[in-house]
């Protein structure tokens, strides 16, 4: 079996063998669905020299936004133009990409398709070889190896650099595929670190010189909004993509309530079908919320949280937006992954931010929650947090603005 070792550089090196990458074991049965149009788009020639860096950041909304701060280190870092690199993301956070990513280049690719459609990810395989990128480099610590790490095989670059990622039993055999083939792998650290320290030890080992973590800060995109910004609002968001990380949305309706009660006028948003049912949304509108659930484009959502007096968020991507932006924000947070993403490391948390959590002693399950008894409910340790608990922080956070 193939082996990993590390280096007194602080580099990991993955060792195989060519007649093991010809025949490996342990591989699922989608990569072998993969192959074959993965090694044709990698092996038909391309005219053209190569040049800048391509970026594999095959994020969703908030691990993207975790790591836009470590981007504007990267053209010092590899002695480029920023206009030189390319970041390969995901469709998914496309309409923001250009208030994002000013100055950058940036390709997105369905990442939906691309992991089960096998002429999908031939085609795109063809146009990431495209891009002719002379380094590319994927610093992600929980990805999938179909995903980012075949991208960066894929793009062929003369230079391939990836950080070591969180790997499994499962996953072992394809990281260990892939990462056997990079030039530099580099380890940021041992779970459960946070995103913004990986992304800077990450740069810090490429560059040579101490990068310090740093939250990402960003301007609104100028675009319409659906509401007046006055008087005074806050945006409540109140949806995931995963139902054990939502907060109960009743007590979102009693936190609702109590800003109300204190002058603000509340505002859901977010997918409707992750918000609550809609029978308790229309008795929320009934006491005075404005309801624009599926109303709002992304861009519209930043507008609107760049004004806005305060947003209370669950563990999802809004919440990084958010506070990129330099909203009052609070966080609700549960202990599935707790400090991989959040809450901030203290020293990177702005003054205006607060993560409210309930301790529990089985914290970091990865979410596979042994205590939950109905997929569709909230996990416990995110449904025992109080309202009077988050009512608190969001006080602290309006003050301190």
């Known amino acids: 079996m193939?082996?990993?070792?590390?280096?007194?550089?602080?580099?990991?090196?993955?060792?195989?063998?060519?007649?093991?990458?010809?025949?490996?074991s342990g591989m699922r049965r989608r990569w072998w669905l993969f192959r074959l149009f993965d090694a044709l788009a990698r092996m038909i020639p391309l005219p053209g020299e190569k040049s800048g860096v391509l970026v594999v950041r095959m994020d969703g909304i908030g691990d993207m936004m975790l790591f836009r701060s470590a981007l504007d280190h990267y053209a010092d870092a590899f002695g480029?133009?920023?206009?030189?690199?390319?970041?390969?993301?995901?469709?998914?956070?496309?309409?923001?990409?250009?208030?994002?990513?000013?100055?950058?280049?940036?390709v997105?690719?369905?990442e939906h398709r691309f992991a089960k459609n096998p002429f999908y990810r031939f085609r795109t395989a063809l146009k990431?070889?495209?891009?002719?990128?002379?380094?590319?480099?994927?610093?992600?610590?929980?990805?999938?190896?179909?995903?980012?790490?075949?991208?960066?095989?894929?793009?062929?670059?003369?230079?391939?650099?990836?950080?070591?990622?969180?790997?499994?039993?499962?996953?072992?055999?394809?990281?260990?595929?892939?990462?056997?083939?990079?030039?530099?792998?580099?380890?940021?650290?041992?779970?459960?670190?946070?995103?913004l320290h990986r992304h800077a030890r990450f740069l810090s080992v490429v560059s040579g010189k101490t990068i310090a973590p740093s939250v990402a800060c960003l301007t609104a995109p100028d675009v319409a909004v659906p509401i007046e910004t006055d008087p005074p609002f806050a945006i409540l968001v109140p949806g995931c993509n995963e139902p054990g990380r939502r907060w109960p949305f009743a007590d979102y309706a009693s936190l609702a309530k109590k800003l109300m009660a204190d002058g603000l006028r509340v505002v859901l948003a977010g997918r409707g079908s992750e918000v609550g049912p809609a029978q308790d949304r229309a008795a929320l509108?009934?006491?005075?919320?404005?309801?624009?659930?599926?109303?709002?484009?992304?861009?519209?959502?930043?507008?609107?949280?760049?004004?806005?007096?305060?947003?209370?968020?669950?563990?999802?991507?809004?919440?990084?937006v958010s506070i990129a932006l330099g909203a009052p924000t609070v966080v609700i947070v549960g202990g599935g992954h707790?400090?991989?993403?959040?809450?901030?490391?203290?020293?990177?948390?702005?003054?205006?931010?607060?993560?409210?959590?309930?301790?529990?002693?089985?914290?970091?399950?990865?979410?596979?929650?042994?205590?939950?008894?109905?997929?569709?409910?909230?996990?416990?340790?995110?449904?025992?947090?109080?309202?009077?608990?988050?009512?608190?922080?969001c006080q602290g956070v309006m003050t301190a603005k």
């Open 2 to 24: 193939p082996e990993a070792a590390s280096d007194a550089a602080s580099l990991t090196t993955f060792k195989t063998s060519a007649l093991w990458r010809l025949w490996p």
């Open 80 to 106: 480029v133009a920023p206009s030189d690199i390319t970041v390969l993301g995901c469709e998914s956070w496309a309409s923001i990409q250009d208030t994002v990513f000013m100055g950058y280049k940036v």
């Open 338 to 393: 707790f400090g991989s993403f959040v809450p901030y490391p203290i020293n990177s948390t702005p003054e205006t931010v607060r993560f409210v959590h309930h301790p529990m002693d089985c914290y970091h399950c990865f979410w596979r929650c042994h205590l939950r008894d109905d997929p569709a409910n909230s996990f416990p340790c995110v449904s025992a947090v109080k309202v009077d608990t988050v009512w608190a922080a």
């Open 285 to 320: 509108v009934d006491a005075g919320a404005i309801d624009l659930t599926d109303k709002t484009t992304l861009p519209q959502l930043m507008a609107l949280m760049a004004r806005a007096t305060l947003v209370v968020s669950n563990d999802t991507g809004p919440a990084h």
């Open 128 to 195: 990431v070889r495209g891009l002719r990128a002379k380094i590319v480099v994927n610093d992600a610590y929980f990805r999938r190896a179909l995903m980012a790490d075949s991208l960066v095989w894929l793009s062929k670059a003369d230079t391939a650099i990836s950080s070591l990622p969180y790997i499994s039993e499962r996953t072992k055999s394809e990281f260990t595929y892939y990462l056997s083939q990079v030039d530099q792998v580099i380890p940021t650290g041992d779970y459960p670190t946070h995103e």
């Open 108 to 110: 997105t690719l369905n």
